[in-house]
T-cell receptor, first 111, second 114 residues
Framework: SQQGEEDPQALSIQEGENATMNCSYK?????LQWYRQNSGRGLVHLIL?????REKHSGRLRVTLDTSKKSSSLLITASRAADTASYFC???????????FGKGTLLTVNP | GAGVSQSPSNKVTEKGKDVELRCDPI?????LYWYRQRLGQGLEFLIY????????KSGLPSDRFSAERTGESVSTLTIQRTQQEDSAVYLC????????????FGPGTRLTVL
């Protein structure tokens, strides 16, 4: 069963705009990770936020985590055409080795 | 190596044939994972290795699927008597250890069963 569910399923924006993607999950987690996937192939790890953290930054990425609402958001600021990809959230539980992925958000950044 | 590598990158096979997919994890990573991704879907967990043993095989879809790991390094995922429903991208990941470590993914093998 899928733990994380991304929202929206697809997002199309213009270059320079900000993109926000959301992820909701069902059970308790140790951490939540965001990955990017280009052209349906290998995943690139973007950022990991632990359950005791509320916000984390990495370059143009900002991730928030609200464990009371079981939700996370990924914000990409000043988007570029190269950001066009699918973005997935993945959660790990108590044992954590098994990541559970949502179906992803397809982001298209138009030049 | 610099990253996780997988081979072949693409595999087309006929229904009923056996296939072997290979994963070379990042050197020194003790944990290795296999996932499957069907078209337009998220990743499904298949199996996890810690060293050469597989504590969790719960994601393997049927007894046609098996995997092994040797030398705490290379892993092979074998699918016997392939079916069209096995068509997917098979992704391998490795991490330093189990638990809270980041998993680093390979480029995947796209399997097409005709």
């Amino acid at each position: 069963s899928q733990q994380g569910e991304e929202d929206p399923q697809a997002l199309s924006i213009q270059e320079g705009e900000n993109a926000t993607m959301n992820c909701s999950y069902k059970t308790s987690i140790n951490n939540l990770q965001w990955y990017r996937q280009n052209s349906g192939r290998g995943l690139v790890h973007l950022i990991l936020i632990r359950s005791n953290e509320r916000e984390k930054h990495s370059g143009r990425l900002r991730v928030t985590l609200d464990t009371s609402k079981k939700s996370s958001s990924l914000l990409i600021t000043a988007s570029r055409a190269a950001d066009t990809a699918s973005y997935f959230c993945a959660t790990g539980g108590g044992s954590n080795y098994k990541l559970t992925f949502g179906k992803g958000t397809l982001l298209t950044v138009n030049p | 190596g610099a990253g996780v590598s997988q081979s072949p990158s693409n595999k087309v096979t006929e229904k009923g044939k056996d296939v072997e997919l290979r994963c070379d994890p990042i050197s020194g990573h003790t944990a290795l994972y296999w996932y499957r991704q069907r078209l337009g879907q998220g990743l499904e967990f298949l199996i996890y290795f810690q060293g050469n043993s597989a504590p969790d095989k719960s994601g393997l879809p049927s007894d046609r699927f098996s995997a092994e790991r040797t030398g705490e390094s290379v892993s092979t995922l074998t699918i016997q008597r392939t079916q069209q429903e096995d068509s997917a991208v098979y992704l391998c990941a490795s991490s330093k250890g189990q638990g809270r470590d980041t998993q680093y993914f390979g480029p995947g093998t796209r399997l097409t069963v005709l």
